[in-house]
């Protein structure tokens, strides 16, 4: 990790010329620029890493650089959550999130894996109301009907389960929202 970061730190360090005739051209790019470089260039690092299943090695840079970036780095939070879930921490994986929501309220991605996080963990009725408020922001994305469904189910409120599921496949036809409305007619 630390020969990786070397590596990114060392070509912020010293950017190619920008040839004359071009925006920017003989003068020095500023340094916010080299922090959002360094940033996404870490991001990059991380989504290799999180792809190739290196979920370790992954969440010790996503430490380090959320140590260095007071955890502002929404991408590096929004992994770090996915490998709290997927080791089954849900609560650490909540919280983070939660973090992400707050860096981007419109981001419908968070919020839609604020409200998963709360249904594994039983809180069904908080679930809906995610997904609502994420629902508010893009209409038009299946999954969070489909999700909502699924909490609609565990509440055995299936009339607004079946709506959920219907509205669903209005917008976009899975063969899982299909299952789902299969289970609760039977």
């Given at each position: 990790i630390v020969q990786k970061q070397k590596m990114v730190e060392?070509?912020?360090?010293?950017?190619?010329?920008?040839?004359?005739?071009?925006?920017g051209g003989n003068t020095k790019p500023s340094k916010s620029a080299y922090i959002i470089n360094k940033r996404e260039a870490c991001n990059w690092i991380i989504h290799q890493l999180f792809l190739r299943q290196e979920y370790d090695e992954c969440?010790?840079?996503?430490?380090?650089a959320l140590k260095g970036g007071a955890n502002k780095s929404e991408y590096a939070l929004f992994t770090k959550a996915l490998i709290f879930r997927m080791k089954g921490n849900i609560h650490e994986s909540l919280?983070?999130?939660?973090q992400c929501h707050i860096l981007n309220p419109n981001n419908?991605?968070?919020?839609?894996q604020v409200g998963k996080a709360l249904y594994l963990l039983g809180k069904h009725k908080a679930a809906i109301d995610v997904y609502e408020s994420a629902e508010s922001i893009n209409p038009n994305d299946w999954e969070i009907y489909y999700q909502k469904g699924l909490s609609y189910v565990s509440l055995k409120e299936l009339d607004l389960a079946i709506e959920s599921f219907q509205k669903s496949n209005s917008i976009q036809k899975h063969d899982i929202t299909y299952i789902q409305l299969g289970k609760v007619y039977t």
């Open positions: 060392q070509d912020f360090q010293n950017p190619p010329p920008i040839p004359e005739g071009q925006p969440f010790n840079l996503i430490n380090e919280e983070c999130f939660k419908t991605e968070c919020q839609k």
